[in-house]
């Protein structure tokens, strides 16, 4: 076992991207994230249509196939939802509703979570287990039932969506990093080191976080999915985000039930942008993590 | 008899038997709460225990009256109403139905009655005396012209089978356990048990004449798209609450048939009449200092606004039809003297500007997304529509446990929701919406737009009195009119229901207004 | 260790009681459960009456108190929409929902995990990329469009699998299961699947990385160089190691399971609590929402303790700890 804080000759940074550059699927995968980002981010000046404009829409349009030329004047390359709205607009407009949902979450729930997990396995004692008691308490809360509170109590929208999925996923980040983080805690050296006049944070930031880090990595590309996932679950169950700001998800659900009747479209073309995006973001999270795991130093 | 004929007539033989052996197994939307009928007056429960119980007074597919365990009623005075019961009627265990089981029927309700309670349809009843076996009379609290209506709902238990069961401890067990599931039906109750499977068997005495089918399973699927799919694989013979998006593919379907009927339902905008309204805005989001919805020119906009065409054919798929008034045309009180509502856009802008709102303004538009067929979709047409005349609207389709309790709470503006008239006539659907709320009348309770027009008021009052049909059938019409002329409600669509079913095991669905479905009425496949 | 677990216990009731005032007090944020239930022609008079006999008209605390009160009576109420005690109702659809969330969570964990070995065994090898990939669609389409899709393919075009409900039951200790019937499988199957396959991509994705770790280490490397085979290093090491965040990752992934099988009962019609649930939550049905909440975070507080004591088995470095 290597001790990950070594002192090395170039800096940190570089090494990591030469190694990331050494896997071309990783590279390929961040590319189409960028890819992914750069069209979201720029969706109002390149989409043929702003889908949150009602005046805008024609429900003379609703779920014509893709190539349909509608009262606008221009082809709906991927078709029309059942609102009229133009799919490849309303995907790129989900995209970014996804994107925001899902990165604002999962930073906040890691965050959040890494604190607590690794506070808790720090301290030990009367704190661990006021921390981790919260943490079991948080387990036991159906985000479902969060959901419908918070939309029942602050309205639909993008915050209350983001704190029901920071509430629900927090706590996986902090069993995740208490667990790693006591297992080293409890560690010969360790226990020397924090008997010793060196600083508590010292010991959190050299040895437990790093130690922490790789399962975090894996935890976090989970819950950055999980998040976009759990967003259009909840809009499944009528719960998510308000119907005329759709995000990838809503569009999913929305799209479901013309499945039956061979409207695939409607559904399948934000499900196959959903899932390219996932997958990407995970290829380049496990091979950020595979980098960033000190035990995997060849 | 030669072997020709004799293999016909084997023939005819073995498809009797087999017609009689069958069992309908029905994927159903929603299934009942309680094996007891007295516990919940929620639609899908009432069409579960209708299977086992009979109702005092009947409805026909169009929801007109029709004799049942009663075969007449008349009042006898003002406050008098004589039901004469039909004779020679079995329960399930053999014993023979008399007043006797009426009147325990409709005095057990306070008892064991749930939240979705069934005392609306036993409150106008001030006594029930039994004259003889066969003759029953109910006194009212005051003149009740509307009684034979709220029968239709008022099932009859057995007074000794259900003796024990009649409390709210005891009745779920009694019921549940089929113990005290004795009713007059056409089904005896086999087993239930809550989200899952009902289980009928065919009861050989029933009065009507045995049921087409030995047994009836019904499954609660309550997934639009499982149920079909359950459909499509055979598992189940038939379906209720087809989606209007699977409704033109599956009329293509060789092998399914589907069965169009219309609905009681009618989606309703409503809005806010008080003086001042919460969820409405200037288009900057500052107040308006005004209930715009108070300027009738307002209300004939939004009402010009609505393309009520398009939302038939695009939203809902062709599963409805434009609505004029507050309930399907045809029921007792509707009127033939109230158009069809015309689009007109560039009217309404105009309506607005003279309003005083030449640039519109800003409003939050609520419905539920879950009760009704189209109901979310509808709503965001509907915020489309008003967004072309430049209301900038903010559509929030939500479910209904969110909406109903805020809506109770008057915490919206404009609001849109399903209303059924479930006993098809107007003093259900007016004297709920359109009467001013009046806890003396007892009228207006679902008026949560505190809308107020005296005459209407007048109206209904005077209908709920009017022992005469005729008479009180134009007090009703004309509180209709006035009420649509007001434009406090805005009626959208009349919904439609379908049924599909799998060609080779059911021939014909009778499809009830009330949506019913009822395996009596329902012929199995020649 | 008795210590501990009276400690662990005393939280688990801490736990208990915080939960049931969250959860009443968000039910009664939403507003008055039975404006979704009372009939909407009902007058006022009759409204009031029946939110009086609920006890709905009193405030906030007593309406608790009350509530408190009976479930130390042993009397959780019952629910308002079927009348039947809501335990009665809850247990009696609580074994459906057990049979199909440990028939995902273990068929995950039992497939999951050799594939996951394999792949971090030969993280270059084609087949290892190949389960990577398969794992990494299994978290990222979202579950209800999987069950949509497998019940499109099985059931209604090939016609292979039913589409639904439970299939035959047989009594087994007083409990119907359907593991235990040819009918019950083909039910459970696609369900089963549906729910399993976020799960099989996470054991594969912890099994994976473990693996990689471990067989880097020097400890491998010194085992290897002693001539020690590979299939005693794969059990002596790699599997003794990776046991402890899959320990961690099972137990919370059994419960999560548990609380969040709604989607998979909603879209298959298994008739378990997960459908019951939201159903409850749609219909504000307090008194199950409650008692289901309070079992949930009872069973959360069980499956970490059994969680927190396996860790103590595998890792002995924290046994010290444990039993001092």
């Known amino acids: 076992m290597t001790d990950a804080s070594a002192p090395r000759a170039i800096s940190p940074f570089r090494r990591f991207w030469s190694r990331f550059f050494e896997d071309r699927i990783a590279v390929a995968a961040l590319i189409v994230v960028i890819v992914f980002a750069a069209l979201a981010f720029l969706a109002p000046w390149i989409a043929p249509q702003d889908p949150y404009d009602l005046a805008g829409l024609s429900l003379r349009d609703a779920r014509r196939p893709p190539g349909y030329v509608g009262s606008g004047g221009y082809v709906h390359w991927l078709g029309t939802d059942a609102q009229g709205r133009d799919l490849l607009s309303a995907i790129l407009y989900g995209l970014r509703v996804s994107i925001q949902i899902g990165i604002a979450a999962g930073a906040v729930a890691l965050t959040i979570g890494t604190t607590v997990g690794i506070v808790a396995a720090y301290a030990r004692g009367f704190t661990e287990s006021v921390l981790m008691r919260v943490v079991d308490l948080q387990l036991s809360f159906p985000p479902i039932l969060l959901a419908l509170v918070l939309v029942a109590v602050l309205g639909q929208g993008k915050m209350q969506l983001v704190v029901a999925l920071v509430t629900a996923q927090y706590a996986y980040f902090a069993r995740t990093a208490y667990g790693a983080a006591s297992a080293e805690r409890a560690k010969d050296y360790v226990e020397a080191a924090a008997a010793t006049p060196l600083s508590g944070a010292r010991i959190v930031f050299r040895h437990l976080l790093p130690n922490a880090m790789p399962a975090l990595i894996v935890v976090a590309t989970v819950q950055i999915a999980y998040a976009i996932a759990l967003e259009a679950t909840l809009s499944f169950l009528g719960l998510g985000l308000p119907v005329t700001e759709p995000s990838l998800g809503m569009l999913i659900s929305n799209g479901v039930k013309y499945m039956m009747s061979g409207r695939t479209w409607i559904s399948v073309y934000p499900g196959i942008a959903l899932i390219i995006l996932i997958v990407a973001i995970n290829l380049v999270g496990d091979h950020v993590r595979d980098i960033l795991n000190p035990r995997l130093e060849k | ?526 | ?324």
């Open chain 3, 1 to 324: 260790m008795t210590g501990f677990l009276i400690q662990r216990l005393l939280q688990a009731i801490v736990i208990m009681a915080v939960m049931s005032v969250i959860v009443f007090a968000g039910v009664y944020a939403i507003g008055n459960p039975l404006e979704v239930l009372l009939p909407p022609e009902a007058p006022q008079d009759i409204r009031d009456a029946v939110i009086k006999r609920f006890g709905l008209d009193r405030p906030l605390w007593e309406q608790y108190g009350l509530y408190i009160y009976n479930l130390f009576q042993g009397d959780l109420g019952r629910s308002y929409i079927y009348n039947e005690p809501v335990l009665q109702l809850i247990f009696g659809r609580l074994p459906a929902t057990i049979e199909l969330v440990l028939t995902s969570v273990i068929g995950a964990l039992v497939i999951g995990v050799p594939l996951g070995i394999w792949a971090g065994y030969r993280p270059n090898a084609f087949s290892s990329r190949a389960i990577m990939a398969v794992s990494i669609l299994g978290f990222s389409v979202p579950t209800f469009w999987i069950g949509l899709i497998l019940i499109l393919t099985f059931a209604v075009n090939l016609g292979w699998l039913p589409s639904g409900g439970r299939g035959d039951t047989v009594e087994v200790l007083g409990v119907a299961w359907s593991v235990f019937t040819l009918d019950g499988w083909s039910h459970l199957i696609l369900p089963a699947t549906n729910l399993a396959l976020f799960k099989l991509a996470i054991m594969i994705r912890l099994a994976r990385a473990g693996t990689r770790e471990v067989m880097l280490s020097d400890t491998v490397k010194f085992a290897r160089a002693a001539g020690i085979s590979e299939g005693t290093i794969i059990r002596r090491h790699v599997l003794k190691l990776i046991s402890i965040p899959i320990a961690t990752v099972f137990g919370l992934e059994l419960g999560s399971t548990l609380a969040f099988a709604v989607v998979t009962e909603t879209i298959f019609a298994w008739p378990g609590v997960g459908k019951l649930i939201i159903d409850s939550i749609q219909n504000l049905d307090r008194p199950v929402m409650m008692a289901y909440l309070i079992l949930t975070a009872g069973l959360f507080v069980t499956i970490n303790l059994v969680v927190d004591l396996v860790y103590a088995l595998l890792d002995p470095r924290l046994r010290r700890r444990a039993a001092p």
């Open chain 2, 1 to 526: 008899m030669k072997p020709f004929s004799w293999a016909i007539a084997l023939g005819g033989l073995l498809v009797a038997t087999a017609a009689g052996a069958q069992t309908l197994t029905v994927g159903v939307r929603g299934g009942p709460e309680s094996m007891d009928p007295h516990f919940s007056a929620l639609g899908p429960q009432a069409d579960a225990v209708k299977h086992i119980y009979d109702t005092l007074v009947g409805t026909g597919v169009d929801l007109q009256l029709e004799p049942s365990l009663a075969t007449s009623w008349e009042p006898i005075d003002d406050v008098t109403w004589e039901f004469k019961l039909r004779e020679g009627v079995k329960f399930h265990d053999g014993s023979d139905f008399t007043a006797e089981d009426v009147k325990f029927s409709i005095e057990r309700i306070p008892n064991v009655t749930g939240p979705t309670t069934m005392e609306i349809y036993i409150r106008r009843i001030a006594d029930v005396e039994i004259v003889d076996d066969y003759t029953l009379r109910i006194t009212t609290d005051g003149p009740a012209a509307t009684l034979p209506f709220d029968f239709v709902r008022l099932f009859i238990v057995s007074s000794a089978a259900a003796a024990d069961f009649s409390d709210i401890e005891s009745a779920t067990e009694g019921f549940n356990s089929g113990e005290a599931a004795i009713g007059t039906g056409p089904f005896k109750y086999v087993s239930w048990e809550p989200k899952g499977e009902l289980v009928l068997e065919r009861f050989d005495d029933h009065w009507r004449g045995a049921a087409p089918w030995e047994s009836v399973v019904r499954r609660e699927i309550s997934d639009d798209s499982s149920r079909l799919a359950a459909l499509k694989a055979g598992d189940v013979d038939l379906i209720n609450y087809v989606s209007s998006a699977d409704y033109l593919a599956l009329e293509r379907d060789n092998d399914i048939n589907t069965f169009l009927g219309d609905s009681v339902y009618v989606m309703n905008l409503q809005l806010d009449q008080r003086d001042e309204t919460p969820k409405v805005y200037a288009k900057d989001g500052s107040p308006l200092g005004e209930n715009p919805f108070q300027k009738k020119a307002v209300r004939e906009a939004l009402d010009l606004a609505i393309d009520r065409e398009t939302m038939v054919d695009i939203v809902l798929e062709g599963l409805g039809t434009p609505a004029r008034q507050l309930m399907p045309e045809g029921f007792f009180g509707s009127s033939d003297e109230i158009e069809a509502k015309p689009y007109d856009p560039d009217r309404a802008m105009e309506l607005l500007a003279e309003a005083g709102y030449p640039d519109g303004f800003a409003m939050d538009l609520y419905c539920t997304n879950d009760r009704l067929p189209g109901d979310g979709a509808i709503c965001e047409g509907l915020g489309q529509m008003f967004a072309q005349i430049g209301i900038d609207t903010n559509v929030n389709a939500i479910s209904r446990s969110v909406y109903f309790p805020a809506q109770a709470r008057k915490e919206y503006s404009a609001f849109m929701n399903g209303w059924g008239t479930l006993t098809g006539e107007a003093s259900y659907t007016l004297g709920s919406l359109a009467h001013s709320p009046n806890e003396e009348v007892r009228m207006g309770a679902f008026n949560r737009i505190e809308y107020e027009n005296p005459e209407v008021d007048r109206l209904m009052q005077a209908g709920s009195k009017e022992l005469d049909a005729d008479k009180r059938r134009a007090f009703y019409e004309e509180a209709m009119k006035l009420t649509v002329e007001d434009r406090a409600y805005l009626p959208i669509v009349v919904l439609q229901t379908v049924w599909a079913a799998n060609a080779d095991a059911v021939g014909d669905v009778a499809t009830r207004a009330d949506e019913e479905t009822l395996a009596f009425y329902i012929q199995p496949a020649s």
